[in-house]
């Protein structure tokens, strides 16, 4: 068991991260699957980390007080500025949510109480392995349960037509909201679970790049279902640690990817009717 | 009834309706003929709330509809299909018709994640209810098949099936049969037949003359964005003004 010991103090981060960013990908993948293309959950994660860093560095909360703050802030911020942009279209709020993540990552970079460019050091390190387990269960527990009911439905209706949904009777914009912001609240969770794992943060882990790689993470691993965005999530947060010597060129490699799988695999690696065909089996959804 | 007063809409300089005046009963086919480019589309869009009218009102049984959203237009009790068929082609029949009973499905937003009766029973009893609205297209042998894989005359009835789901009085048809081959009309016909006499409202557009003289009970027709005729088919096939604008059109007799 010695080397499973080692094996943990040398890759336990790592397997953090996984799990963070298995979370993070989930949160994408709820407001993909409204139809929303937002780039937002970046700074979402970096909102829940800070606001959770300084609740415990400051104001010593409990650590599940922490993760309730670190889910509720993001939700917060979404809900005030989702109103007025989930009105925009497609790469329109990309560019909205872009705006806004930049807008986060200065005003990190200049507050005095956020640490500006050095972030926050002594996080005091409260997660644990089955913390992160336990809220990524109940998050895929709770997404695989809306899937197969009305919200589920709806979801999916808006993201194929929107004209169609609104006179199916669903109230679009209502349901819009209700991704961004929920989707908001798991990045929140993820950055204060991601904040106590780790020890240190800085705005650099919250930027324009991170949000490109989340995004990354779910085209990559197909937006089809629950499980594509995890395993995108996995493999691209092992890869940088398989292919160090990369490492310089990593924004260079995701974005290779990321246009190699649009344009090979539109549906992401993880595509179950495509993977039940491969094997030969009846198709059915996943 | 739905009753539309003095409509008008104009894009910027363009006026597409002027003094629309017209009532559709609910019960019955009612028919709204024209050449391309009439306005008829854009009737359907105002009454739906996709687009707000520049003059004029629009009521439904005594319920004003401007200013509502589509959503809100839906719950009154209308519903609608599209020129080119919009479904939702990645979900399956079931589910298509399933989107369509959003409102109706009575369960809490806890309902999915306790999987708590009520909310295993109402899914039950709208799946049960899509399978009989699919059978009414008879589509239901086909319920677990993505709807992308349809033919063009199968999706139109699947979003005659999804537009039942939403419980309308009144049912607004696009073009029912644009683009349909003459056996896929015939089939069409039927069911349209079929849906009025289960007691659903239904007010079609068309702009090819044959194909409504024999369905509807009632037809109004527009040009240019104005009624030029209201009548039974028999009245407005013989009025001079509906002959003339159909037949100074190169469209007239090309309208498969
Ligand atoms: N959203 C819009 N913006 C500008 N012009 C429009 C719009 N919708 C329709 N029109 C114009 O209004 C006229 C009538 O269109 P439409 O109602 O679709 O006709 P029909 O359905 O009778 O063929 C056309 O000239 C069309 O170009
Ligand atoms: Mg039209």
Request: net charge neutral; hydrophobic share 50%.
């Amino acid at each position: 068991m010695e080397w499973l010991a080692n094996f943990w103090a040398t890759y336990s981060t790592l397997v953090y991260s996984i799990g963070v960013y298995a979370l993070v990908a989930l949160s994408i993948w709820l407001t993909l699957a409204c139809g929303l293309l937002s780039l937002a959950n970046a700074a979402f994660m970096g909102i829940g980390a800070y606001v959770s860093a300084l609740l415990s560095l400051q104001a010593g909360w409990p650590f599940w007080a922490v993760l309730v703050a670190a889910g509720l802030a993001p939700a917060f911020v979404a809900l005030i500025i989702g109103i007025p942009t989930l009105r925009l279209s497609g790469v329109y709020l990309a560019m909205a949510t872009l705006a806004f993540g930049e807008v986060v990552r200065i005003i990190v970079l200049n507050l005095d109480i956020t640490g500006g460019p050095e972030g926050l050091n002594g996080i005091p390190q409260s997660t644990r392995g089955w913390h992160i387990v336990a809220i990524l269960g109940l998050a895929i527990y709770g997404l695989a349960r809306m899937r197969r009911s009305r919200t589920g439905r709806a979801f999916e209706a808006i993201r194929e037509d929107e004209v169609a949904a609104s006179l199916m009777g669903i109230h679009v914009g209502r349901h819009k909201l209700f991704a961004f912001v929920l989707g908001a609240a798991m990045a929140g969770v993820a950055g204060g679970l991601n904040a106590h794992a780790t020890f240190f943060i800085s705005p650099r882990e919250y930027g324009f790049e991170n949000a490109v790689d989340i995004l990354t993470m779910v085209v990559f691993g197909g937006i089809g279902g629950l499980v594509g965005p995890m395993v995108g999530a996995a493999i691209l947060t092992l890869l940088p640690e398989l292919l160090r010597f990369l490492h310089e060129f990593r924004g260079i490699f995701n974005g290779l990817v990321l246009v190699l799988v649009v344009l090979f695999l539109p549906k992401g690696i993880w595509e179950p009717r495509r993977i039940r065909a491969l094997f030969g089996l009846g198709p059915r959804e996943g | 009834m739905l009753c539309i007063r003095k409509l008008g809409k104009h894009f910027g300089g363009l006026t597409v309706l002027e003094d629309v005046s017209f009532d559709v009963p609910v019960g019955g086919i009612f028919g709204l003929i024209g050449p391309n480019g009439a306005g008829k589309t854009t009737v359907f869009n105002l009454i739906t709330g996709l687009l707000r009218p520049s003059t004029g009102t629009l009521s439904f049984e005594g319920r004003d509809l401007v200013g509502l959203a589509p959503h809100q237009v839906t719950h009154l009790g209308i519903a609608r299909t599209f020129q080119n068929i919009r479904i939702f082609k990645e979900m399956t029949l079931l589910e298509n018709v399933m989107v369509g009973m959003h409102d109706k499905l009575g369960y809490g937003a806890l309902g999915p994640f306790l999987n708590s009766r009520a909310f295993r029973s109402a899914e039950a009893q709208g799946r049960e209810r899509a399978l009989e609205l699919l059978s009414w297209v008879r589509l239901e042998a086909r319920a677990e098949m993505l709807a992308d894989n349809l033919s063009y005359g199968d999706q139109r009835k699947l979003e005659f099936a999804r537009a039942l789901a939403t419980q309308p009085r009144l049912l607004l048809l696009d073009e029912p049969v644009a683009g349909m081959n003459t056996a896929e009309k015939t089939v069409l016909m039927e069911e349209i037949q079929n849906i009025s006499q289960r007691g659903f409202g239904v007010f079609l557009i068309e702009h090819d003359m044959r194909f409504v003289m024999g369905l509807c009970d009632r037809i109004v027709v527009l040009n240019f964005g104005r009624i030029i005729a209201e009548g039974s088919p028999e009245e407005v096939r013989n009025n001079p003004e509906v002959i003339e604008a159909y037949l100074g059109r190169e469209d007239a007799e090309e309208t498969v």
